[in-house]
Nanobody
């Protein structure tokens, strides 16, 4: 079983910054990719950014140049640096991790989410 936990959300004014952290733990053999997704009230969950074990990144167009995803492979941890925040960045931010357990089973795990609120 693999657990994923996010931290670092909060309330910030427009133009401000936040840093989100996400740690995966449990029976992990390897993690192929980790990513951040968000869900605004009344909207579907959407991709924010992903990063592979090799360091390849992918960003939603809406956050390119403002958000940066990074990863500490040895710690099974991923970070999301949010800068130049806008009110439309408000939502619950979820972390996802996918890989293989020590039992050679694939996993795709989500955290409970962390709230980010950007005031205008």
């Amino acid at each position: 079983q693999v657990q994923v936990v996010e931290s670092g959300g909060g309330l910030v004014q427009a133009g401000g910054s936040l840093r989100l952290s996400c740690a995966a733990s449990g029976s992990i053999l390897s993690i192929d990719a980790m990513g951040w997704y968000r869900q605004a009230p009344g909207k579907q969950r959407e991709l924010v950014a992903t990063i592979t074990s090799g360091g390849s990144t992918n960003y939603a167009d809406s956050v390119k140049g403002r958000f940066t995803i990074s990863r500490a492979n040895a710690k099974n941890t991923v970070y999301l640096q949010l800068t130049s925040l806008k009110p439309e960045d408000t939502g619950v931010y979820y972390c996802n991790a996918g890989g293989q357990t020590i039992f050679l089973l694939k996993f795709d795990s989500w955290g409970p989410g962390t709230q980010v609120t950007v005031s205008s």
